[in-house]
């Protein structure tokens, strides 16, 4: 990304709204016992499908908005199953964690949220799946009223972000809807901090998605 932030006229890689950590989804033990040694971890993956070329586009806009003052808003949202587990466990060498976990079909539960400001936003927890429904729904009643004309609205492709009533109702907020190019999870910050509740969720077995949230208030505005 350094040449496309050069090739964009600044050298910085960062969004100043954005919330994600320089390398999410890695492990804090690692990232500890490489900071002892003295290293730092030099690869993250990306998806080969995605195109060099929208990414610089797709950058270069999102900061010639942010040059003319406007805010990065963005959006996001995961789901998971209402009971989980811990996918690891540390026992001596030669011994095996055992675990248990349901046969029958678990209800799923989803979470639609916003990035604004540097925090999580606006949260809608459900159960069942995103559609175009549920996210104009919660776009109306939740975020609707805190959008106004310095704000550009950043979110990926999925179907159900793409509907013609989506964008009318970001653009009579005076707000700017900017799609992100496929393939690139990366330029949304708030997919890390997402990642994070999903990860206490399967470390906290007995508390449900709702408790998580609730208890990690401090993500949130």
């Known amino acids: ?38 290293r730092d971890p030099k690869k993250r993956l990306g998806y080969s499908e995605r195109d060099p070329l929208r990414r610089t586009q797709i950058l270069c806009l999102r900061e010639r908005f942010v040059r003319r003052g406007k805010h990065s808003v963005y959006i996001d949202g995961c789901g998971c199953v209402s009971s989980t587990t811990r996918r690891y466990g540390y026992v001596p060498k030669g011994q095996y964690v055992d ?31 995103c559609d175009t429904g549920v996210f104009d729904a919660w776009l109306k009643t939740q975020l609707y009223p805190r959008l106004n004309a310095h704000h550009i609205v950043i979110m990926d492709n999925a179907a159900f972000h793409t509907s013609l009533e989506t964008a009318q109702l970001i653009e009579t907020t005076g ?30 077995e007995t508390a449900s998605l709702d408790e998580i949230i609730k208890a990690y208030r401090y993500l949130w505005t």
């Open 175 to 204: 707000a700017t809807l900017l799609f992100l190019s496929p393939y690139s999870p990366d330029f949304n910050p708030i997919e890390h901090d997402i990642a994070v509740l999903k990860k206490h969720r399967e470390h906290q």
């Open 99 to 129: 675990g248990l976990i349901s046969w029958n079909r678990r209800v799923r539960m989803s979470l639609i949220a916003a990035g604004m400001d540097g925090r999580l936003a606006e949260p809608l927890l459900f159960d069942g799946t």
């Open 1 to 38: 990304m350094g040449g496309v932030a050069s090739a964009c006229g600044s050298t910085d890689r960062s969004d100043s709204s954005g919330t994600g950590a320089a390398f999410p989804g890695l492990p804090a033990l690692y990232l500890e016992r490489a900071a002892q040694i003295g």
